[in-house]
């Protein structure tokens, strides 16, 4: 295993914590207990991997082979149940805990695709998935328009950083490059949204036609 792969694993664990904080953070909006906290952790940093998996035909699924990923969400849900109320806006401090996990999920799941034999469409695809699928399973336990379904620039970050990925690496690029330009474009985009309040046209509806009486 090359210092990279290394690095890639510690990077996968970050993200991990950072959908695991998302998702304690949910909890502690709803008041949950501390399994609550443990329970949302787990869904929101292994949610998207988890669909990922299944949809290569990887099983057992990625969490299953790496326990200690179970401990690495634990852990991150104890720490939020006790510091949570010390944060001046949970809210932010998810967004914020929120974006990590997306750009680094974006490339980690195009990346596992693209070397399952997936073609280049289907692995940005996949890192979508990968990155947003927790997001939205924890938003809809906890009764919460999905971050995915709202003005905000999201799913646009994921796929734009997925995509510059897979096409570095179909044109050659070395993979170390390739992997940092993908999380960058994907944080960056997602944090100029967040700063600056970002988002896409929204559907403005308009009076519908009149049609004549047929009788």
Not at 11 to 29: C, K, N, T
Not at 57 to 70: C, I, K
Not at 108 to 120: D, F, H, N, R, Y
Not at 140 to 154: A, F
Request: charged share 15%; aromatic share 8%; proline share 4%.
């Amino acid at each position: 295993m090359t210092g990279f792969d290394t690095l890639l694993q510690v990077l996968d664990v970050v993200g991990i914590a950072g959908f695991a904080a998302s998702g304690a953070l949910v909890a502690s909006r709803k008041r949950m207990d501390a399994v609550g906290f443990i329970l949302m952790a787990a869904v929101t940093g292994f949610g998207g991997g988890t669909l990922r998996d299944l949809l290569l035909g990887r099983t057992p699924v990625f969490w299953l082979r790496a326990p200690e990923l179970l401990a690495v969400c634990a852990a991150v849900a104890v720490i939020t149940f006790f510091a949570a109320h010390r944060l001046e806006s949970r809210y932010r401090a998810l967004l914020w805990a929120d974006a990590v996990g997306l750009a680094l999920y974006a490339v980690v799941g195009a990346e596992i695709a693209l070397l399952a034999g997936a073609s280049p469409w289907a692995a940005v695809l996949l890192g979508v998935v990968t990155a947003t699928a927790g997001g939205i399973l924890r938003d809809v336990i906890c009764n919460e328009l999905p971050l995915i379904l709202r003005r905000e620039i999201y799913l646009t970050a994921a796929a734009a950083g997925a995509a510059v990925f897979v096409v570095l690496r179909i044109e050659g690029v070395w993979r170390e490059p390739a992997v940092a330009a993908g999380i960058a474009v994907t944080f960056a985009i997602r944090a100029l949204a967040l700063l600056r309040g970002w988002s896409l046209p929204a559907y403005r509806a308009r009076p519908g036609r009149e049609y004549p009486d047929p009788g």
